[in-house]
């Protein structure tokens, strides 16, 4: 595996489920990210981690709950989310050696019914 | 404050013309990087190029270059000889540089279609 990889690539769940999406860089990069993309909305950085330390929460909503076990792995843990949670949520990381640009996984497109 | 504007929502052109995206970027900072990403259909945000704020050299690769202007806060983006391929949601971006884990600003993007 090479790049950031991010599974599972779909997710369909119900309002009371609870279900984690998964991200792993394999760029030895020492900060990854969580953004969520909503249809004709920008891009929203949701949490930042830098050597597993999450340093940004950008008042998202307890439901949503990051995990960051050490620095190639970062997840996203759902619960009883609500509808308008529906969109694409997409991993990157970045490292100041590498020139700060962060790379992003392909995404989970996350669809709440 | 930091803030990158695309002021273009929607461009579409007929292959094998030229385009120009624009971004216009405004930060407070003497160092900071700006980039250029793509996102296809697919949905992943591809990286494209990176410059930082002490380089105002134009870049091109293939069909690609970038124009950085200091003097106009403005780093545009020009396809050249646009193929369908080409078409898919552009971002530009700003990051302040400051940590390990520096805040990308993105602009709102520009949707570019292709019409063969």
């Known amino acids: 595996e090479t790049g950031v990889t991010q599974t599972p690539r779909h997710l369909v769940m119900g309002m009371t489920n609870k279900k984690s999406l998964k991200c792993e860089q394999h760029?030895?990069?020492?900060?990854m990210y969580w953004y969520k993309q909503s249809a004709k909305k920008p891009l929203e950085l949701m949490f930042v981690?830098?050597?597993?330390?999450?340093?940004e929460n950008n008042s998202v909503p307890s439901r949503f709950s990051p995990e960051c076990p050490n620095s190639s792995h970062l997840f996203l843990h759902l619960h009883t989310l609500q509808p308008e949670d529906s969109a694409l949520y997409l991993c990157?990381?970045?490292?100041?050696?590498?020139?700060?640009?962060?790379?992003f996984g392909p995404g989970t497109r996350l669809t709440v019914t | 404050a930091q803030k990158v504007t695309q002021a273009q929502t929607e461009i579409s052109v007929v292959e094998k013309e030229d385009v120009t995206l624009d971004c216009v970027y405004e930060t407070r900072d003497t160092t900071y990087y700006l980039f250029w990403y793509k996102q296809p259909p697919s949905g992943e945000l591809v990286f494209l190029i990176r410059?930082?704020?002490?380089?105002?050299q134009n870049e091109i690769s293939g069909r690609y270059s970038w124009n950085f202007q200091k003097s106009t806060s403005s780093f545009n983006f020009t396809i050249t000889a646009s193929q369908v391929v080409d078409s898919a949601v552009y971002f530009c971006?700003?990051?302040?540089?400051?940590?390990?884990?520096?805040?990308?600003?993105f602009g709102s993007g520009t949707r570019l279609s292709i019409r063969p």
């Open positions: 760029l030895g990069h020492n900060a």
């Open positions: 971006a700003l990051s302040e540089a400051r940590s390990s884990a520096s805040k990308i600003i």
């Open positions: 990157a990381s970045s490292s100041r050696i590498a020139g700060y640009e962060q790379y």
């Open positions: 981690y830098s050597l597993e330390e999450r340093v």
């Open positions: 410059r930082n704020s002490f380089d105002e």
